[in-house]
Each structure stands twice: as C-alpha cells, then as structure tokens.
C-alpha cells in the first residue's frame, strides 16, 4: 500500500471511531490537553531504521533489534508479538525512552527522542508517555489513589489538584469503590487498572504496556482489555502492547510481528491482509 | 513530596526507629556533653573575672592543682611584696576544705576562706553585694559570712551558726549568688581566726593587686627578680592556661559526641542502602513515569535527612534533659548551660549526618538504569 493511500485509511479511522470529544465525555483538563494534541504531527510516532545492539563490536554483541521501521497513527491499537527473545520489550523501551537505540531515529509527537539526554527523556516520558507493567508496579504500601497521584506530583501538580485528578481518574476506571485502598488489598486485576489510570494520570499521547494481562486470569484479562479497548476508541487513547496473550491481539487494530530483531510482518484488522514482509 | 518521604520512612517502621536511635545518642551525647563543658567553662569564667589584674604568688614548686600545698608564704614576705613598687594591695588567703557536698568527684568542696576583712571585696568582687545581713568587719570574731549556695545547702540565714573544726562561727551575712563557685559555696572567715584554728604561720598563696591592671605582667617580672623562692602567675597566665585546658576539654567532649553521631550516621547510611535495594523496582517506576535522577536523588536525600532531623531533635531534648540530671544527681559543681549555639549545632550536625549518610545511596538510586530497575526481581 503507497504512504498516501496508509494515510489516507488512518486518517478516516482518526476522524471515525477514535475520537473522544464525539463518542465520550472527555474529562475537562483532558479535553484542554487534547486541544494541544499531536502538535500538528501526522504520527504520534515514527521509528527509523532503529537498531539495538547490546555490547556493541564486543565478542559477547547482542543485536536485539536489527532496523525497525514503525509508524503509529494517533488512536492506534497495536500489538507487538514475538517469541521470547525477538526484541519486543527492547523496542517497548526504545519507544518508552527507557533506552537509546544504537542507531536510528525515534520521533515521539513530532520530538527525535533518540539523542536526548536522560534528564529530557524523563520529561518526554512526564508528558507524552503512560506505562502499563505486567507486575503492575505499584507501592503497596500506599492506596489507590496515592499511586495515581504520584505520576501527577512528578509532574508538578499541588498534592490537592494530584489527588482530585487521580479520583477522577479512578472514577473512569470504575475503580471509585477502592480509592481508599491500599494496593497491596485489590485483586490483581483491579491493581492493573489503577496502573492504567497512573498511566492516564500525565494524559499521555501514547500508552505503552508490557504484557498487560500476562499475570492475570482470562475473565480479568478480558475485562482489563476491555478498558483498554473502551480508553482506546471511547477516550482516544494511543496503545501499543507487547503481549504473548492472542486474546489481546483480538483487541488489536494492527498486529507487528517481530522476529531476531526485525519485523518479519504486519496484519491489519480491517482487511486482515499482510501488509509488510 | 515531603509527605512521600515521611510515608517511606514509616514503611519499614522498627528499621527506621533503630536508626533514629542512633542519631538520638549521637547527638544526645553531643549536647549533655556539650552543654556540661559550656557549664565548666562559664564557671572557670566567672571565677576568671575576680583575678582580673590580679597576681597569684606561692612557694616554687606548689601547684594551682594542688591547692599550692606546702607553699608558704610569711607575713613578712607579704610586708616585703606590699612594699614593692607598683603595687596596691596584697592580700593573704588560707583555704580550708571542709567536705565535699556529694559523692561525686568533681563536686565543689564545701571551703572555708580565711580573708581580712577590709580585703574582702578584691576576692568576691565589689559588684557582689549582700542578700542578708552585712558583711565582714574590721574587729569582727567568731563570725562568719556565707556564699548563697552554702547557705541553701544547709538552710543556714543570719544568726544561724556554723562550725570550722569544732569552732561556731556567728554568721552575720550571706553573700548575693555571683557565679563564683569560690565564693558561692565557701563561707568566709576573718583570716587570723582561721590561721589560728588550722594552726598555720605562713599562707600557702596571696592575691597581688597592682596600682595600675596595665602593669601587673612588668610587677610579676620584679617579684620573679625579688624572691627567688617565688613564683608567679598573672591572670593573663591563667586565662591561657584555662582557656587551653577548656578547648581542650570542650575538643575531648565534643569529640566523644562526635563519634558517637557518626556512628549514627553510618546507620542512616546503612538504612538507605538497604530501602535504594529493596525499592530498586519502585525507582524504576519512579523514573518510567517522569522522575528525573535529580528528583530520585532528592527524594532519597529528604528521606534520610528526615530520619537524622527527627533523631537530632529528640536528641537535643533528651541531651539537654540529660545534662541536667547528671548535673542535679552528681552535684557538679558547674551547672550544665545549653545554649542556643549548642542546639542550632547539634541540629545542623544531625541533618549534615543525613545528608552525607544518605548521599551515597541517593546517587546510587539517582543513577540506576530504569530498565534494569523495572526488571529487578
């Protein structure tokens, strides 16, 4: 498929199903940030040719990703599958400005985020950026709505408008009954939900998860991605998993499978066709 | 997120009490000791002020420590010193040590002073009034002034008596409380009476007072060149002498303290070395979502500042009730005195010992990869 027609396609399905204002009440200061939204960028990201290799021109050279190409429409739902060792969590954290890649360009909203320093990393992850873990990665030792509110007190926010905002965030989540909470007392299920709304808290322009469902039941696992789902069309939120579960795949519009470092193919769900080799 | 950092410390409750522990006794021990060696110093001090221009002659040999025992120092000799250009006065003491008021070592002796009477002023200073009845007299036998805090001891007032060696003295004044320990827990007699009591011919010291306070270092030279048998110490002596022996002191002290806080410091290391592995995987979420190694460094240091500024204020309270119980138990003879020096001191310390005790696990925490952190197991 030619770039015009690929833009053309996504640009009707940004206009269509995901868009927050028309097919949900979007959350007030949310609505303000998503005025601002993309910064007139077209992909909310663009990866070029990245490539990762661990102790690079050593004896012991890991190549973990080999030159990827990726390009993410706002409001996309991808999946990155692979078996174990095809460099998923790699390009997970390359995109996540967790890491650097060796080479090749990373450019989140329209930033290059490859040659940043770790202090502006940090920053673009504040802004731009939501975490899911498969752990959940929560202080359980603090409740719901402290571990919502500690990614807006990063942030800057007044402990006050931090707390507010998590509720609100909680609230969406239809975690209002457990905000009080410490962590430690929710089933895993509801604890995967307060990272996901620690993961709105920033209003991120993309939403990376590791292996969201991966320590979860198939009922729960259904019902997280169900929120997802719902965050996705409902709220405009951009996700790109990395999953092993075929159950998250369902629920994903574009399926990049990665193999040794590479992507070795791509399948859309309107068509269901191959789209790159 | 100075609420986070006290929500942390509060995770693993008995770790931290323990390592507040150790900065209370760190900085409880700089303060007791702190405050009983400012309590030494403001007493040196105070007595200090009564021989200002003052020259303290004995017998060669004879030392302050010893009370100048085995000087003697004849009438004669006083006429010879009197007579000497430059000088005022000359004034002949004898000390008697009657007891000590308790167990404990360093408490002040109870002591009796023989003096003459119309020189009385010199030794417990002309600003050092009367709080009862008069002072001694010209002619006066058989009687006897006390400091105040001898007359407190032993409840004693005007007309009450005390005893010297099986001998009533009428006590016919007490003397203003004047921070001298000399005099505040001494009575005084009139020094014949004295010397005829102990039995004693010669003084073991006498007080030389110079017409003139500049010249007291140049009239020290004429008697060193005079009596031979003489030597001498002039207030500027002593103050160097007292003055080293308090930094000394003051250094010894401080010290002890010292050591025992950066005892407590190590454990407020410890402590967060400890919570930077235990919470490796929570810093790494820290930073996925928006820390910067500057805030995970500063929470971390605000986290071990906290537990040495909560250590360091318990600290001061109980080192300063502590210096005041040893010294109302001990009967020390210097009140311990806490200044606001000491406190705002020791306080600083204790945060300085947070900070250099948390700094090292701080950068640790500030400077682990994320990636490696949120996959930390």
Redesign the interface.
Known sequence: MSKKKAAKRAGARKRGACTGKKNGPALKWQEKHRARAHRGHKYILEIEDAKKFYNPGKHNEVRALRGISLKVLPCEFISIVGPSGSGKTTLLDIIGTLLKPTSGKVILDGINTSRMSQSTRARVRRGKIGFVFQQYNLINTFTATENVSLALRIGGHSKHDSEKKAEELLKMVGLEHRMKQKTSLLSGGEQQRVAIARALANDPKIILADEPTGNLDTKTSKMVLELMKWLNIEKGYTFVVVTHDPEVTKYSRRIVYLKDGAIIKELRKTDHRVVKI | ?L??AF?NTR?QRTRSILTILGIIIGIAAIVALGSISEGLNYMVEAQMETLVGKIIVHEKGASMMTAYSGSEITMEQVSDLEDLPGVKDVIPLVFHIMGTSGGFEFAQPDMAIGIEPEKQDYFKGEKVGMSEGRELEDGDTEVAITGSDYAEKYDLEVGDYVTVEDEDFYIVGVVEKSDNMDIDSSILIPLEELADLLEIEAYPFVFVVPEDIEESEQIAEDIKDSFEDFDVITAKDMARTVGELMTNIKVFTLGIGAIAAIVGGLGVMNTMIMAVLERK??I????????????VLKQFLSESAMLSVIGGAIGVILGAAGAIGIGVLSGFAASPVITPEIVIGAMVFALMLGLFGGLYPAIKAARLD??EA?RYE
Request: net charge positive; aromatic share 4%; glycine share 10%.
């Open positions: 997120m609420d986070i929500r995770r995987r929570e790494g979420v820290f930073k996925a979502i928006g820390a910067t190694d500057r805030m994320p990636v949120l």
